[in-house]
Each structure stands twice: as C-alpha cells, then as structure tokens.
Nanobody, 115 residues
C-alpha cells in the first residue's frame, strides 16, 4: 500500500509561483512513477507531469516551460514547481503514484490563482 499527501497549495496572484509537495509513505519501493494532475471545477481531471523512478520526466503541453516536476533526495517526495501562474491554473491538484498493478492518489490540494 502507498499513501500520498499533497501540500503547498493556496492562493496566489496571477504571475506568481507555488511549489507543491507530495509525500509518499508505505511501500514506496514499489513505485514506478509519480505524477501530478489537476481538476478544475466542472472539468475532467487533467494530466500535468510525471517523473519515473529513474528520473525521466514528461509534461503536458499546457504546462511545459512553466511547471517543473522533481524528486527529493529521499525519492519519497515529489515536487511541482509552478511559475507564471494564470487564473486558468485554478484547480485541485492531485499527486498520483503508479505501481505495477495499481495506482494511488492523494486527497488533493487547492490552488487558486487570482487575476
């Protein structure tokens, strides 16, 4: 079992930055990749970025160049650095861990970008 907890969300003005954190616990050695998703009110959950256990990253076109995914030294924490935030980035941001036969999601953290 893997448990995830996100933190770092909040209210920020347009053009500002936030760094989200996702801490994993439990069977972290079984994690193949971790990623970030978001869901705006009334919309489907959207892929943002992922990082594999060997450090390879992938980004959605909508955030490429503005968002950066990284891992902590202990590799049980993943970060999402978000720059040049826009009101359209307002959403609940979720962390996901992918294992061989299952996935795990965190409860999410709210990010609100004011204009």
């Amino acid at each position: 079992q893997v448990q995830l907890v996100e933190s770092g969300g909040g209210l920020v003005q347009a053009g500002g930055s936030l760094r989200l954190s996702c801490a994993a616990s439990g069977s972290i050695a079984s994690i193949d990749a971790m990623g970030w998703y978001r869901q705006a009110q009334g919309k489907q959950r959207e892929f943002l970025a992922t990082i594999t256990s060997d450090g390879r990253t992938n980004y959605a076109d909508s955030v490429k160049g503005r968002f950066t995914i990284s891992r902590g030294d202990a590799k049980n924490t993943v970060y999402l650095q978000m720059n040049s935030l826009k009101p359209a980035d307002t959403a609940v941001y979720y962390c996901r861990a992918t294992m061989t036969f299952r996935t795990a999601w965190g409860p999410g953290t709210q990010v609100t970008v004011s204009s």
